[in-house]
């Protein structure tokens, strides 16, 4: 999966809560992607803390997974692994990322979802070839008849012609 590294970086910054949206007071950071502000008590996530606390609460799962129920983006959840803040469990170490839809899979280059969207996609593609071509050959075939019939009416002429031209 190709991304810019440097605006991920970025967003991941900009991410970073610094004061409470309600009261307007400093966020303190409580650690791991959490702050808390010390006037009304809320807490807020940064993305790595939302990813951290969607862990917490339902357990090892698949980047996917994370990205459509917390809203963050692949591109951040990898850069989050490639730095070190986030660890794959051992169970999904050894497991290759699809080069499409970036799901988690043992072997190959792509999940079988995508393999399967991929292949039905070019049936189609073929499927389509196919009705061209039949068209075309009905058409060519017509237009052959049509040559070779106009072929032999000039053949009858310019032989009648060539007799013409003995006499």
Not at 136 to 152: G, I, L, M, P, V
């Amino acid at each position: 999966m190709g991304f810019d590294r440097q605006n991920i970086l970025e967003q991941i910054e900009k991410n970073i809560p610094t004061e409470c949206p309600d009261c307007f007071e400093r966020l303190y950071f409580k650690g791991a992607g959490k702050y808390t502000c010390p006037r009304c008590h809320k807490i807020y996530y940064d993305y790595f803390g939302l990813i951290k606390k969607y862990l917490e609460e339902n357990g090892p799962a698949p980047a996917v997974e994370i990205a459509n129920n917390t809203g963050i983006s692949l591109e951040i959840i990898d850069a989050l692994l490639e730095d070190g803040r986030l660890e794959m469990p051992k169970e999904f170490k050894d497991v290759k990322r699809c080069e499409r839809c970036g799901a988690l899979f043992p072997v190959g280059r792509y999940c079988q979802k995508c393999i399967e969207n991929t292949s039905n996609g070019i049936m189609n593609i073929f499927k389509d070839e196919e009705a061209q071509r039949r068209k075309f050959a009905k058409s060519r075939f017509t237009r052959d008849n049509e040559t070779k019939r106009q072929y032999e009416k000039d053949k009858m002429h310019y032989l009648n012609h060539i007799r013409e031209d003995r006499k």
